[in-house]
């Protein structure tokens, strides 16, 4: 059987990753996106292998790297998830078991909105609602990383944004070209972690990705 790989995209998060590494049950890779603290070391402590950018590119760019370093091991699937401990590894096993019942080639996580900051929360209900209408599947949560990805679809899409629009980005395509979205519940954890999101910036760039999306 080919084998699964866990991507995480990480940037500065040193304080967070070794208590997320210890808890994951598959091979790990991390991409250092330009991390200025001991990112890269922690990484390695905890036996992940690393792929670092020499800067910051956003987690778009991390996520494309990780992707093609996923299809050149071999790995079936990945399962992507987040570096400041919001993403419990303890589900990653619910991931592999409803991808064993389902023809969905994209699990997405699913976290309680009521147990969300209120900004999050209103970002998370806007930009769901928009992405299951403009992809006609149910997608509860589309700002989620906390994904499984058949490895037939990284094949297949061609992710082209750089920042976080392009979680948005990539459930778009790979709709496009067929593939089915599937959901899995997940915990909510906030506990403070600094987050590298810009609510207007953020909520702008998915805005012109959905408009530009209507003419590919």
Not at 19 to 31: D, E, F, G, S
Request: proline letters at 4%; aromatic letters at 8%; hydrophobic letters at 45%.
């Amino acid at each position: 059987m080919r084998p699964i790989l866990i991507l995480i995209p990480a940037f500065n998060a040193a304080k967070y990753l070794g208590a997320v590494l210890q808890k994951c049950p598959y091979p790990v890779l991390v991409i250092d996106d330009g991390s200025t603290d001991a990112t890269a070391a922690v990484a390695r402590q905890y036996g992940a292998r690393v792929l670092r950018h020499d800067r910051n590119r956003g987690k778009g760019a991390a996520l494309r790297s990780g992707f093609q370093a996923a299809l050149k091991s071999g790995a079936s699937a990945v399962i992507t998830l987040d570096a400041d401990g919001q993403h419990e590894p303890r589900f990653i096993p619910e991931f592999l078991l409803e991808a064993e019942r389902t023809t969905a080639a994209v699990l997405v996580g699913v976290r309680q909105r009521s147990a969300m900051p209120w900004a999050r929360r209103l970002s998370n209900s806007v930009t769901s609602a928009i992405l299951s209408w403009c992809t006609g599947e149910r997608i509860p949560d589309s700002q989620c990383g906390y994904r499984y990805i058949h490895s037939s679809v990284l094949e297949a899409v061609e992710l082209r944004s750089d920042r976080y629009q392009a979680e948005s980005e990539f459930l778009l395509r790979a709709v496009r070209l067929g593939f089915g979205i599937g959901a899995v519940p997940i915990s909510t954890v906030y506990a403070g972690e600094s987050s590298h999101i810009r609510h207007l910036r953020d909520t702008w760039n998915f805005v012109q990705l959905v408009v530009r999306s209507r003419f590919w």
